[in-house]
């Protein structure tokens, strides 16, 4: 068996999986259960003045069968008292010493305040402190939340006002709501931040009813914008995982979140730069229990792979993230279709004729038997075909040689700069 | 006629005046595609020679683009 602990900035955690915060970090009980379960970590719901929660609260997006394709909430931090709280986060950590507990906070931008939460937090023994920069309703209109997240300043300021008190290891975790996260996070590194943490959740409205003409969810006939999270998003949080890790000015480790519903997803993330993963979505739409699928999953991968301990995979793939000005103009794929394996259904037809490069022919071989056949020198290699293609080894996306050299878009603007070329580009 | 035969064609013009030694001297992109300019220095007077072709396909923009870095690089 592989090695599947982590250290995160100095945090250490028997596995890569841990619960974000969320509902299902709500309680001792529930982190309980979920350590009992298997996770290795639980950032709690996010620790702050107690608040006031509406019903209803939560909303889901399913797409074409699929339930919960998407999750949009508009819940907010912790409606306890933080007595409450701290309580059952010591007898949690004092039950499982082992396992990884990080306490969200979120107060008002003001130095006192955040001084006094990281040291009363600190006292009963987290591993660590998330500054949730990111919640984007609610919170966010009383100044808190992704309303501070979204300003560099304010993040700068308060990272550096938690680390001035904080003894444990500080992520700052970011919102997605803004145009570069790269500028935020580059924020907390100015501000001291031992790590950062993404994605929180995305400004969203989940849907309208068109029969009463209500929002989705409702609040007696009212809706306000919630934060979106679940598989949807997950190629959202991917990518600004990618960028902050191939960034050499953020040279801190990041926990990933955004969409992660399994094992695989959680390799992805790891391999973009994550040094370990946050989950919300996927328990509450399944249950704690589907971390024995995450550790078994992934431990079987590593073995596999060779790979001694799930560290060794962290950033593996972010050197091949790249901007497109650096990618090869010349690499050239095309479609090849297998008519042995294809049921003629003619969706990469469709899907090629009218809304591609019309380079797949219907036509018959000596048999009379319909086939369809791509004419490899119109076919740009978009892979819309494969995509639409509802069986698996129907069609290929085959590399072949373009017979020039490669260049790139940057390398082409490079030369014809060098020639004193005209561009009204 | 195809993308594909519209590229052969526009890089058979550029082959045709490279065979015939002439290089590429200026590229003007707007958005009506390339327009390269060719130049064939003559021996004798000092005068050259000058072709343009109006390119419109992606491959071909790829095609010149290759040639130029080549002659560039052979230049340098």
Not at chain 1, 377 to 383: S, Y
Not at chain 2, 58 to 63: L, M, N, S, T, V
């Amino acid at each position: 068996m592989a090695d599947l602990s982590i250290n995160l900035a100095g945090i250490e955690s028997p596995n890569p999986f841990w619960l974000a915060s969320a509902p299902p970090t709500n309680s001792g009980y529930q982190v309980q259960r979920a350590f009992e379960a298997g996770w290795g970590g639980a950032v709690w719901k996010t620790l702050g003045d107690p608040i006031l929660n509406v019903t209803s609260r939560f909303a889901a997006v399913s797409f074409n069968g699929q339930k919960v394709a998407g999750f949009n909430n508009i819940e907010l931090i912790t409606d306890r008292p933080l007595e409450v709280n701290l309580k059952e986060i010591y007898e949690t950590k004092k039950r499982f010493p082992n396992h990884t507990i990080i306490a969200s906070l979120m107060v008002e931008p003001n130095q006192e305040q955040w001084h006094e939460i990281v040291k009363r937090v600190e006292d009963v023994g987290v591993d660590g402190l998330e500054l949730n920069f990111g919640c984007p309703h609610g919170m966010a209109e009383r100044g808190m939340g992704s309303a501070s997240g979204q300003v560099p300043e304010l993040v700068e300021k308060q990272t550096y006002w938690a680390k001035e008190a904080a003894k444990t290891p500080v992520i700052v975790k970011l919102t997605p709501n803004i145009t570069d996260i790269t500028v935020t996070a580059e924020a907390a590194v100015k501000g001291g931040a031992d790590a950062i943490s993404m994605i929180n959740t995305i400004n969203s409205l989940a849907g309208v009813d068109i029969d009463s003409w209500n929002t989705i969810p409702h609040v007696g006939g009212k809706g306000a914008h919630g934060g979106y999270c679940g598989p949807a998003v997950k190629p959202i949080a991917l990518h600004m995982v990618g960028e902050c890790a191939r960034n050499p000015r953020i040279n801190i480790p990041i926990s990933g979140i955004g969409g992660i519903s399994n094992w695989k997803n959680a390799v992805e993330f790891l391999l973009m730069g994550a040094t370990g993963v946050q989950v919300c979505t996927a328990a509450m739409h399944h249950g704690f229990r589907i971390v024995e699928d995450m550790i078994e999953g992934l431990d079987h991968y590593l073995d596999e792979k060779g790979i001694a301990s799930v560290m060794e995979l962290v950033g593996k793939s972010a050197a091949r993230y790249s901007d497109w000005g650096n990618l090869d103009l010349n690499y050239k794929v095309v479609a090849k279709i297998n008519n042995d394996v294809c049921i003629h259904c003619n969706k990469c037809h469709i899907a090629c004729e009218d809304t591609s490069h019309q380079c797949i022919d219907m036509l018959k071989d000596p048999s009379g038997t319909s086939i369809l056949k791509v004419r490899e020198e119109d076919c740009v290699g978009c892979n819309l075909c494969s995509i639409v293609c509802p069986v698996d080894g129907a069609i290929d996306m085959i590399e072949i040689p373009s017979g020039l050299p490669p260049m790139t878009w940057n390398e082409r603007e490079a030369a014809l700069g060098a020639a004193s070329c005209e561009s009204t580009k | 006629m195809s993308e594909y035969q519209q590229f052969l064609q526009e890089r058979d013009q550029i082959d045709i005046l490279l065979q015939k030694g002439f290089k590429i001297k200026h590229i003007t992109e707007n958005l009506s595609g390339a327009f390269v300019e060719f130049e064939k220095r003559e021996n004798h007077d000092g005068e050259s020679d000058n072709e343009t072709l109006h390119i419109t396909t992606p491959e071909a923009r790829k095609y010149f683009s290759i040639i130029m870095i080549k002659q560039q690089t052979e230049e340098a």
